[in-house]
């Protein structure tokens, strides 16, 4: 079980985190207190960060006192935050879980800020990330959406989010807290009620490990590939990108048909999603079918086509126009 | 229902496959019945080929005796062959279905050949195409297995193996022939009788099912996607293989140690992959912490290391060399 502190520090060696004081995210819950123990078990500089949502009642006030009785007991300074959950969702119009988790993170960023933390980690185990990837899988989001929870990512300009516990399963975070015998408290920031994350957790996994005991670990290595394609994707798309636009004509767009036609379809319609989101121009509309479309465009002469989104394309000649009407 | 016949027409232009003759492979089921139903339909020059596994006895015949009638009926030539599987299974000690599909695509590649057809295409549908990503998902095959069922790839040096019915569903395969009022035989061609298979057909495929009833065009896509991907990665590592590879000192493979480094670690072990292949070296036994070893051996000096299948890695300098002992 020691596995599981010695996976933490690994974990920050491997991304140049140990250099710099940390916040841990902790609910309470099994994964975030077994995080916390790991951090200090491993000598990791952090303070502790415990957000209130204050949807569950006394639950909720449980939960905050006794995260802050583990730091304390841990030594370790900690920091409570709260804001108007339901108050702030009716307001928007957006989804509980979504409005929870968009004011814990910027919560989280002014923390890190504060206490001039480097990172925050969350919990996020083996487990989440197998969830997420199944989730994904049958939503059908490709394989952007099967490179899952990212192990690190930017939370603002100065601090990356980190999820330290990605390659530990839920077993050995149980496992690892009994060894301590350190309690925890139940499902504690579990603000999600979610049908279909439930019946995933609760049918689906359970089904799929009877195929594969390890679909687990299986799943999370298959989104860290997913994860290391796209970045190649993305990079080549940039590399055909640089090699294929030409000086703007106004306010159009220009590309060399035969640098275009010389490239893998898929590098094409990657280029194009890449120009999409550096121009600001609104691609939620635009279906496999349209970039598709746009693809065989770059092919022959044609008149011009209506994309969604305003955007109008043609191949005039030798070079491939796209614009956007204001 | 008339898509379906479009559909198979596209698929062959799209691939430039209208210009030459195909074969057919028809069991007798749904999918290769419909599948030559719609070549017919679509004007489309083929011969009709059926294999006879003779493992089902007189069901076997029976499904012969219908293809034969099918094709005569249809005006389109056709040819039989068959093959002691059992017997064969027993000499290799392979596995019965593995020794069957090596035994009937080596038959149908000499069938190709001798009616100088440019193409064998089969009946394999979306709803293959979503088990057999589902399958390799929880086996952990990774990105590589996620590709799934190839639409196009070489059989023989001279002939493609063809799947122009992966965009299709069985339900609008049943759709089809309940149209054209075309009779089939049952589960003709399946002598898998895996376990595996069948629960993901049968209970895996219709949970999935509620959560998304199209999870199975969404796994088409994502297949497609996972292909494209690593076609990208392939190049990109070939692309690297070309820029780092040094010529050789005596047996030893030499690597510019600094291009390794400046590049993806995803991308370095996608080119030491190519490297291995290129070189007929065992890849079998390499591990991903394997490649991930010889990958960190790219950044600093160290003494040598062994790896599976008796290659020696060590980097000396500025370079990284590479050899197998004989």
Chains 1, 2 share one sequence.
Do not use: C
């Not at 640098?259 to 999409?276: I, S």
């Amino acid at each position: 079980m020691a596995r599981l502190a010695a996976e933490v520090g690994r974990f920050l060696d491997r991304h140049h985190l140990r250099g710099r004081t940390g916040v841990a995210a902790v609910s309470g819950g099994a994964d975030s207190v077994a995080l916390l123990r790991a951090f200090v078990a491993s000598g990791v500089h952090v303070a502790v960060a415990h957000f209130n949502h204050q949807l569950r009642g006394p639950d909720a006030d449980r939960d905050e006192a006794f995260v802050r009785d583990l730091a304390v007991g841990l030594g370790v300074p900690v920091h409570v935050g709260t804001a108007d959950v339901r108050g702030e969702a009716t307001r928007s119009g957006g989804n509980l879980e979504a409005t929870a988790r968009g004011l814990r993170y910027d919560w989280l960023g002014r923390i890190a800020a504060e206490v001039g933390a480097g990172w925050v980690a969350t919990g996020h185990t083996a487990d989440d990330q197998a969830e997420t990837v199944i989730h994904r899988l049958v939503r059908g989001t490709g394989l952007q959406g099967l490179r899952g929870i990212a192990p690190v990512r930017p939370l603002t300009a100065d601090v990356s989010l980190v999820r330290p516990l990605l390659g530990v399963t839920r077993v050995e975070i149980i496992g690892y807290l009994n060894l301590l015998d350190q309690p925890h408290r139940e499902d504690a920031s579990n603000v999600d009620p979610a049908f279909t994350r439930n019946r995933i957790r609760h049918e689906l996994l359970p089904l799929l490990k009877i195929f594969n005991p390890e679909v687990v670990s299986a799943l999370g290595r298959l989104a860290g590939q997913a994860d290391e394609a796209q970045q190649v994707v993305d990079r080549a798309a940039a590399d055909l990108l640089a090699a294929a636009e030409r000086p703007r004509a106004g306010h159009l767009l220009v590309f060399a048909a035969d640098t275009l036609t010389a490239a893998p379809p898929h590098l094409v319609r990657a280029m194009f999603r890449l120009a999409w989101e550096r121009e600001g121009w609104p691609g939620g509309a635009m279906t496999a079918a349209h970039w598709e479309r746009l693809h065989g465009m770059t092919r022959d002469d044609a008149s011009a086509v209506d994309f969604p989104g305003g955007v109008t394309a043609r191949r005039v000649g030798r070079v491939v126009q796209l614009g956007r009407r204001l």
